[in-house]
């Protein structure tokens, strides 16, 4: 099955700082979104992203569809205390006899602590 | 009040009882999703339901049944509960014309 190595699996950053963080696939994604996990919350949708190459920005946050379409990265400018939490990557591949169309495979996950 | 919600939020239970997960949904959407996370494995899913009609087993779906009450109402059961399944449950929900699902607030459940 489709498998997702999201990086880093966890950072440790001041206020202010940027974070990057990515995901790479071994094979094609037609859809990438990227997800904010709460401590006792549900995934909360970030960024949606639909095409190769498409860069998105929510606030402080940028999102990119990789050309290849087997990778995505999603920066934070200027971190705050609360940008703390899990982020998910989550990808959807091309449907295959109409069977994946709708599933995601969501990435590892990385655990971003922000010290004041 | 919540799109999607998720009931009970926390499930503390023996082995070999048999438990229900309930989740419920005011977006109108007709995908419903089950998930599992544990911790450093992401979300695996367990179930996923297109419409009523619809029932299809995801990546883990070994010990677990689901139950599509209403477009509204997706039910996660564990018929025979087993300490490894001990996890947060995710519930989450679609639209067909996009891939976005809006996930509930999960159920912890722990199986003794």
């Known amino acids: 099955g489709q498998q997702l190595n999201q990086s880093p699996q966890s950072m440790f950053i001041q206020e202010g700082e940027d974070v990057s963080m990515n995901c790479t696939s071994s094979?094609?994604?037609?859809?990438w979104l990227w997800y904010k996990q709460d401590p006792g919350e549900g995934p909360v949708l970030l960024i949606a992203?639909?095409?190769?190459?498409e860069l998105t920005s929510n606030g402080r946050l940028t999102a990119q569809f990789g050309i290849t379409r087997k990778d995505s990265f999603l920066n934070i400018s200027a971190s705050i205390p609360s940008d703390v939490g899990i982020y998910f990557c989550a990808g959807q591949a091309p449907s295959a006899g109409g069977t994946s169309y709708g599933k995601l495979t969501f990435g590892q996950g990385t655990i971003l602590t922000v010290h004041p | 009040d919540a799109d999607v919600t998720q009931t009970p939020r926390n499930r503390i239970t023996k082995t070999g009882k048999r438990i229900m997960l309930e989740c419920s949904q005011t977006k109108g959407h007709d995908r419903m999703y089950w998930y599992r996370q544990d911790p450093g494995l992401g979300l695996r899913l367990i179930y996923y339901s297109f419409d009523v009609k619809d029932i299809n087993k995801g990546e883990i779906s070994d010990g677990y049944s689901v139950s599509r009450q209403a477009q509204a109402k997706f039910s996660l059961s564990l018929e025979s509960a087993i300490p490894n399944q001990t996890a947060l449950y995710f519930c989450?929900?679609?639209?067909?014309?996009?891939?976005?699902?809006?996930f509930g607030p999960g159920t912890r459940l722990t199986v003794l």
């Open positions: 989450a929900t679609s639209d067909y014309s996009t891939d976005t699902q809006y």
């Open positions: 992203l639909y095409k190769a190459g």
């Open positions: 094979s094609i994604f037609n859809t």
